[in-house]
């Protein structure tokens, strides 16, 4: 278990202090990287936690100038408005374009930009627009070390749920592919450990949602018409049903890509079918 509160060192210029909100999704909690020296910038600051805020407050003390968020979800963004009223930083990120699992409070002071850079005292950050967990999903590059902020586009020891309709599956895969344009040593996910082989780490996240999307198409074939009920449970056999709501929602993604492609359609009962 890691030790809530406390900053890691994982290079000269990242330190991370996870957020004590430990669960099925979050894993151990949600991490909030500082990056910087002389002059900091918080990446994803985490839920509304007062620990874990006094925390980054304790760790950052007054070098604290810029809030990054990479989405918008309650694990990631609701301490930014607190933070930033302690310290003056500037919020970075993008509005949320749907309500549903979103931090709708966010505000940021600047809304970023696909490729546009935060100059900080020695560090750089990139932000990479990665649509497809939600739309309005960014990740981050600090172009002086080569890591690449993941927030829930990528994570560690789990595969990410996409949440239609901000999520879809199409972008998702895409911008997988994308972030491997960059030049990146090291994925710092949202949960867990670096992961160390970013071009490895990607072609088997993609791997992976291919094969789930061939078992989607195979299961939907064999007992078509089907409800998500129906479905959920001879597609996700490796997934403790305890989980089963959240895989609806990727599955759903699925088959709205499924759909676009020709492949599957709603029928007038709201069941899935199988193009035949």
């Not at 990740?139 to 902020?149: D, T």
């Not at 927030?151 to 309709?165: A, C, K, L």
């Not at 901000?166 to 344009?181: F, K, P, Q, V």
């Not at 994925?187 to 990607?202: Q, T, Y």
Request: charged share 25%.
């Amino acid at each position: 278990m890691p030790t809530y509160g406390d900053p890691e060192i994982l290079t000269s210029l990242v330190r991370r202090i996870i957020a004590p909100n430990p669960g099925p999704m979050t894993g151990d909690g949600t991490n909030t990287y500082l990056v910087g020296e002389h002059e900091l910038a918080v990446i994803d600051p985490g839920p509304d936690i007062p620990e874990h805020i006094d925390a980054l407050l304790k760790s950052g003390q007054e070098r604290i100038r810029w809030i990054l968020c990479t989405h918008t979800h309650p694990d990631h963004s609701p301490a930014a408005a607190i933070l930033k009223e302690k310290t003056g930083a500037k919020v970075v990120g993008a509005f949320a374009n749907d309500g549903l699992h979103q931090d709708t409070s966010f505000s940021p002071d600047l809304e970023i930009n696909d490729d546009e850079i935060i100059h900080g005292d020695g560090w750089d950050l990139r932000a990479i627009w990665t649509p497809g967990h939600v739309s309005n999903h960014y990740c981050y590059l600090l172009e002086q070390q080569g890591i690449v902020f993941a927030g829930d586009h990528i994570m560690n020891g789990s595969t990410v749920v996409i949440v239609p309709p901000g999520g879809d599956m199409t972008d998702y895969i895409n911008s997988l592919r994308r972030i491997l344009d960059y030049e990146i040593k090291y994925i710092a996910p949202g949960h867990g450990d670096l992961i160390p082989d970013c071009r490895a780490e990607v072609e088997k996240l993609v791997a992976h949602r291919l094969g789930r999307e061939r078992k989607v198409l195979d299961g939907l074939k064999s007992i078509s018409p089907a409800n998500l009920d129906e479905l959920v449970v001879i597609v996700y056999t490796d997934v403790d049903s305890s989980l089963h709501e959240w895989a609806k929602l990727s599955m759903t993604a699925h088959l709205i890509k499924l759909e676009r492609e020709g492949h599957v359609f709603i029928d007038k009962e709201d069941r899935w079918v199988f193009k035949r």
